[in-house]
T-cell receptor
Framework: SAVISQKPSRDICQRGTSLTIQCQVD?????MFWYRQQPGQSLTLIAT?????????ESGFVIDKFPISRPNLTFSTLTVSNMSPEDSSIYLC?????????FGEGSRLTVL | GQSLEQPSEVTAVEGAIVQINCTYQ??????LSWYQQHDGGAPTFLSY????GLEETGRFSSFLSRSDSYGYLLLQELQMKDSASYFC??????????FGPGTRLSVLP
């Protein structure tokens, strides 16, 4: 299993600002995944973060809006840029092990 | 893109058995996993199937039929604390996971 720490756990942000979410894993992993969960909805994959290379973004998500860093095998950040109220969501960091996903506690962002 | 299908809501009483179905896309399919999410919490892993058949983990079991592109989560001896949202997720050879829309389970006394 993996223990994942995310911060901030929640934040209230102003429209037009940017916020960076940090994700720390207690073991070295090749891939880290960033998901978004809008209120009452399922989880949608934003991107896969690989150490040493550019993140791979899913359809509908772009690097300018959601820049990702992956400086080493235990850490990643996701920035939500130029926020609007539509970005109010829970953002979840996760890692995989043989068909199982482990999640951080999530970062609940409210954009006013 | 890929899409999975689940019932949106299921209601059952304490002590009962409930089955939550999930159909998935075959393209790139590697396995099917299930997650529980309580309101305000993060998803937690319940069960995983890569091969056909039943996997049992305590009160929770999961089944997969690759020929039918279908799986289900079986919850036995339901308890009030089982009221939550349940998601199936398809893992692919590219090692990404795609989630179903979720099923909200309400357990009544």
């Amino acid at each position: 299993s993996a223990v994942i720490s995310q911060k901030p756990s929640r934040d209230i942000c102003q429209r037009g600002t940017s916020l960076t979410i940090q994700c720390q894993v207690d073991s070295q992993v090749t891939m880290m995944f960033w998901y978004r969960q809008q209120p009452g909805q399922s989880l949608t994959l934003i991107a896969t973060a690989n150490q040493g290379s550019e993140a791979t973004y899913e359809s509908g998500f772009v690097i300018d809006k959601f820049p990702i860093s992956r400086p080493n095998l235990t850490f990643s950040t996701l920035t939500v840029s130029n926020m609007s109220p539509e970005d109010s969501s829970i953002y979840l960091c996760s890692v995989a092990s043989t068909g199982e996903l482990f999640f951080g506690e999530g970062s609940r962002l409210t954009v006013l | 893109g890929q899409s999975l299908e689940q019932p949106s809501e299921v209601t059952a009483v304490e002590g009962a058995i409930v089955q939550i179905n999930c159909t998935y896309q075959t393209s790139g399919f590697y396995g099917l996993s299930w997650y529980q999410q309580h309101d305000g919490g993060a998803p937690t892993f319940l069960s995983y199937n890569a091969l056909d058949g039943l996997e049992e983990t305590g009160r929770f079991s999961s089944f997969l039929s690759r020929s039918d592109s279908y799986g289900y989560l079986l919850l036995q001896e339901l308890q009030m604390k089982d009221s939550a949202s349940y998601f199936c997720a398809q893992s692919n050879y590219g090692q990404n996971f795609v989630f179903g829309p979720g099923t909200r389970l309400s357990v009544l006394p």
